[in-house]
């Protein structure tokens, strides 16, 4: 799979340019006076679905050196002049609300701005409540309000707020008017949890998730991933996470895309409520400790390369990477046929793998000769002794 399928041109330009290029020595040699720096994840793939901070989250895994390709999963669409938030807003200025849930930053500030917007009290209004805070971001906008947040969970999860709530930490909830601002999602758990417990719930919809307007990248996305031609996904919301399960779904490839999460492509979320959906159907993500892009990005740096063992082959070291593979410590780029050979040996090293075996890892088919022809390619890059032929019954790599 090839960055240009999926609207990403090689050479880690997050603007999208491709870059231009100088005249290239030879598959995997530095140009002579120069010494190539190994970068963690160079000669691996990562994919972004990220729609807001996009740009963000790409250059970090750029300057570690991943092939990154962009596929938004979702949009944000602002309700500031939706029907539904201006009633839902007239609603809680009914009556003094005792409590507030921010999910968001980005959604509680705008829920302020737009009921500025309409001349509406809000902000007023809330000095009396109690605020709560998902999370670090919701608590900034709080303040940035001059309303003071009373309390946020440490896991960030809305999950912890209804056990905070139904604990009688903020006193009785039965018969208590809580305001729960929404970020894209109904939050069913814990606007029922709260119901069930006798509070009377006003929702408050300030913008909703949908999918992108041109979703030709995420199709192209998620068919790169049922064919394994990405080697992890970066998630950071649990909307972006179901948006391209259900397009995976749309396209045919559902049961496709959670067998190569199960054994090749690393889902990576940026915390426990972003994985939620993928973990729903049986994915395990990799977290990090802090709910951040840097920590994310590192996560990929801890855990991506940590799946694909050095071997060693006499004198050699061989890893095999994504769409390259590192020969004694330097990255050696290999075309589509040799690098599929290349992963199929590394699979099983040291097993003699058969010719037909072989063949059917070759995209194009072909015969006994377009084996042949793919290990000659691939021993000419690697430039050292490390497959074997085995007479009469294949390759294997000498590990």
Do not use: C, N
């Not at 895994?61 to 092939?67: E, M, N, Q, V």
């Not at 056990?163 to 930490?169: D, E, K, N, R």
């Not at 037909?356 to 006994?368: H, R, V």
């Amino acid at each position: 799979m090839t960055d240009r399928a999926l609207d990403r041109p090689v050479g880690g330009r997050a603007d999208g340019a491709a870059a231009q290029p100088a005249a290239e020595p030879a598959a995997g040699v530095p140009p002579e006076g120069t010494t190539e720096e190994l970068l963690p994840l160079r000669g691996y793939t990562v994919a972004v679905t990220a729609a807001r901070r996009r740009e963000e989250l790409g250059a970090l895994l750029d300057r570690r050196g991943a092939r990154v390709v962009y596929a938004p999963a979702i949009r944000i669409v602002p309700l500031s002049d939706d029907a539904d938030l201006v009633a839902a807003t007239r609603e809680v200025l009914a009556a003094p609300v005792d409590l507030v849930v921010a999910t968001t930053g980005v959604g509680f500030r705008g829920w302020l701005e737009a009921a500025e917007a309409w001349d509406l009290p809000l902000r007023e209004h809330l000095q009396t409540s109690r605020v709560l805070a998902r999370g670090p971001k919701a608590r900034g906008a709080i303040r940035g309000a001059g309303l003071v947040d009373a309390w946020s969970p440490g896991s960030e999860s809305s999950a912890e707020v209804l056990q905070h709530l139904l604990s009688g930490a903020e006193g009785p909830i039965e018969g208590r008017r809580v305001a729960v601002q929404l970020h894209g999602d109904p939050l069913p758990d814990l606007v029922s949890g709260l119901r069930q417990a006798g509070a009377d719930v006003l929702t408050v919809p300030v913008y909703r998730w949908v999918l992108p307007e041109d979703t030709a990248p995420l199709r192209r996305l998620v068919t790169a991933i049922a064919a394994r031609g990405v080697d992890a996904v970066t998630f950071t919301s649990a909307p972006a996470a179901a948006s391209l399960l259900q397009v995976a779904a749309d396209e045919g490839v559902r049961s496709a895309v959670l067998a190569a999460f199960a054994d090749a492509v690393l889902p990576v979320a940026v915390g426990p409520v972003t994985a939620g959906p993928l973990e729903a159907v049986g994915i395990r993500t990799v977290q990090p400790e802090r709910a951040r892009l840097g920590a994310l990005a590192r996560s990929v740096v801890a855990e991506l390369p940590a799946r694909h063992p050095v071997l060693t082959s006499g004198p050699h070291t061989l890893q095999v990477r994504g769409h390259a593979a590192v020969l004694d410590g330097r990255l050696v780029e290999l075309p589509p046929g040799p690098m599929a050979v290349l992963r199929a040996l590394a699979r099983r090293p040291g097993v003699v793998v058969s010719r037909p075996d072989l063949l059917a890892e070759l995209s194009g088919g072909g015969d006994a000769h377009a084996v042949e022809m793919a290990v000659t390619r691939l021993r000419a890059a690697l430039g050292a002794p490390v497959v074997e032929t085995v007479v009469k019954r294949g390759y294997r790599l000498a590990v």
